[in-house]
Every structure is written in structure tokens, then in C-alpha cells.
């Protein structure tokens, strides 16, 4: 029973962690393509800067969608092998992103003025991004939501596979504390000579309704 409560809470962990690992090559796949948009609209234009250096909102989608493709990784591994010091490690990395993700988010809602807190993009490419946003608010509110419940669920099942780990090691050590030492199946315990029948050495005598040994 203990084997399979464990073996579905580690596929639910992988496919859950699948979907983290869908979102970072996504965003991994948009920096790719802001890249060629960059260098191409900076090699047609003279007055451009230098389009081997990329804006700072190109960057950061490449880092963020490197991180999450790097946290898939780690919770693929620490979800198969069911280790406690992995499944710690990565609990502490989704809560920190799932901060990070909060902290964003209540700045964006609660400061009028966070768009002033930002670097300037040469590239215009998070003005689009911030139209599209606006554009499609519904949708991108209803994504965010989906990602922290997602977060939140990988969380909750690395934290309930490691308690079961550590209650499945309790338990063998409990079992090997207060085992009794049982009798060898192949080889059955020899018992002692009883002084009603004694061992006698002859040829046997088929007699009915029992054997009867003859006594040399």
C-alpha cells in the first residue's frame, strides 16, 4: 500500500513539474525570437546601438526561462529517486520562486508607478508585451493563476513524498528494533532426543497400523 500511495505521488510530482518545465522553454523560445527581431532591426537601422547587447527585458526572459527549465530538471530527478535532501532542496527553490512570483505581482497591482521602477528597453519589445498583456487580461490573470496553483501543488506533493519517506524509515527501523529472530524455512530446528523414543538404528518392519522399527 506504502509503494503505491509513493509511486502516485511521484508521477502526480513529474507532471506537475512538467507543466514548470513547459513555461521556461516557452518564455526560452519568445527571448529566442526577441533575439532575431533585436539583431535584425538593429542591423537594417545606422542609428541603432549595438545589437550584440541585448536589452535587459530579452535577458531576463532568457534567465527566467533557463531557471524554470533548470528547477524541472531537479524536481524530475528528486520526484524518481524519492531522496529527502532533493525533495528539500527543490521545496525551498519553488517557495522562493513562488515569493518572487507573489512579490511581482502585488507590486505591479498595488504601485500605480512600477513601470517607472524598470530600465528603459531600447527594443520596444516590452511596450508589446504590456499591450498584449492589457489586451488579453482575462486570459494572462487566469495563466498566473493556473502557474501559482501549480507551484503550490509541487510544493504540497514533495512535501507529503518526503514525510512518507521518513515515516516508511521509521518504520523499518522500528521493525528491526523489535524483530524476533525467526526459524530458517530451508533448514527446520533440530529437536532434542525425547527419552520416550529414542533413536535406534535398524531396517523398518511395515507392520500395520504403524512402522515399527526392528532393533539391531
Not at 513529474?14 to 523560445?29: D, E, P, V, W
Not at 527571448?31 to 542591423?43: E, N, S, Y
Not at 498595488?110 to 528597453?121: F, G
Amino acid at each position: 500500500m506504502v509503494r503505491l500511495v509513493k509511486s502516485c505521488l511521484q508521477l502526480s510530482l513529474k507532471i506537475a513539474n512538467i507543466t514548470i518545465g513547459f513555461m521556461g522553454i516557452a518564455m526560452l523560445i519568445y527571448g529566442i525570437w526577441m533575439i532575431r527581431v533585436w539583431q535584425r532591426d538593429a542591423a537594417n537601422s545606422p542609428t541603432s546601438p549595438d545589437y550584440a547587447q541585448f536589452p535587459w527585458f530579452i535577458q531576463a526572459f532568457l534567465g527566467v526561462g533557463t531557471a524554470l527549465c533548470a528547477i524541472t530538471c531537479l524536481g524530475h530527478s528528486a520526484a524518481h529517486s524519492a531522496n529527502s535532501c532533493c525533495l528539500s532542496f527543490y521545496i525551498f527553490i519553488i517557495f522562493v520562486l513562488l515569493l518572487s512570483e507573489i512579490g511581482i505581482g502585488a507590486d505591479v497591482f498595488l504601485n500605480s508607478d512600477w513601470e517607472k521602477d524598470l530600465p528603459k528597453d531600447p527594443s520596444g519589445r516590452f511596450d508589446d508585451f504590456k499591450d498584449f498583456l492589457d489586451s488579453n487580461d482575462d486570459v494572462c490573470q487566469s495563466i498566473a493563476l493556473l502557474c501559482v496553483l501549480i507551484q503550490g501543488g509541487c510544493i504540497l506533493l514533495a512535501t507529503m513524498l518526503t514525510s512518507l519517506g521518513k515515516v516508511k524509515e521509521y518504520s523499518h527501523e522500528n521493525e528491526g528494533e523489535y524483530a524476533e529472530p525467526s526459524a530458517p524455512l530451508l533448514r527446520p530446528q533440530e529437536l532434542p532426543p525425547s527419552p520416550l523414543y529414542p533413536y535406534v538404528i535398524g531396517e523398518p518392519v511395515n507392520t500395520e497400523p504403524n512402522y515399527v522399527y526392528k532393533i539391531v
